[in-house]
Each structure stands twice: as C-alpha cells, then as structure tokens.
C-alpha cells in the first residue's frame, strides 16, 4: 500500500508564501508523476502543478509566476512553493502520484488527503 501525507498548509496573509508538502512512503517501486491539485469550496478541482520523475514540470495557468514546484527523488517528496498568495489562491490542496508500487507492473494513482489553505485579505 502506498500513503501520501501532505502538509504545510495554513492561515496567511494575502501576498504571503507558504510551501506545502507531500511525502509518498509504502510499497512503492517507482515514483512517476507527482501532480498538486486544489479544490475551492462549489469549484471544480483543479491542476495547480505537476512535476515528472524526470523533472519536467507544467503549471496550471493560474500560478504562472507565483508557484513553484519541485521534488526529491531520494525522499519521494514533492514540494510546491507558493508566494504572492491571492485570496482565490484559498482552497484543498491535494498531492496525487503514479506509482509502480512492488512487484506490480503499471503506475496507479494515489491521492493525499489533503490540507487546508486560507489567504486572507
């Protein structure tokens, strides 16, 4: 079994930073994409960032800029760095991977539970 733990999240200050981040730990064979995704409340979620094993990275057209995504092989992590906080910027923010876990063949994908940000005006 695989678990993604997110943390980081928090109360800021509109033009804040906060880094979140996501530790995949268990079973696991390989670490393919690591991808944030955020949920406001009556929205749609939606790609925040996305980073592949490799390094490759996209950013969701609303972070452009303001967020930067990273992540460390060594410790199966992903981090996302996020400064100029906007009050839209408040939402869920979840940590999803594909990963081959042991002894398994394809990638499946496995989900945080989330955390909590809050940009204040």
């Known amino acids: 079994q695989v678990q993604l733990v997110e943390s980081g999240g928090g109360l800021v200050q509109a033009g804040g930073s906060l880094k979140l981040s996501c530790a995949a730990s268990?079973?696991?064979?390989?670490?393919?994409?690591m991808v944030w995704y955020r949920q406001a409340p009556g929205k749609q979620r939606e790609l925040v960032a996305a980073?592949?094993?490799?390094?490759?990275?996209k950013y969701g057209d609303c972070v452009k800029g303001r967020f930067t995504i990273s992540r460390d092989n060594a410790k199966n992590t992903v981090y996302l760095q996020m400064n100029s906080l906007k009050p839209e910027d408040t939402a869920v923010y979840y940590c999803n991977a594909l990963v081959v876990v042991i002894m398994g063949v394809e990638a499946k994908a496995y989900w945080g539970q989330g955390t909590q940000v809050t940009v204040s005006s």
């Open positions: 268990g079973s696991i064979s390989r670490l393919n994409d």
């Open positions: 980073i592949t094993r490799d390094g490759s990275i």
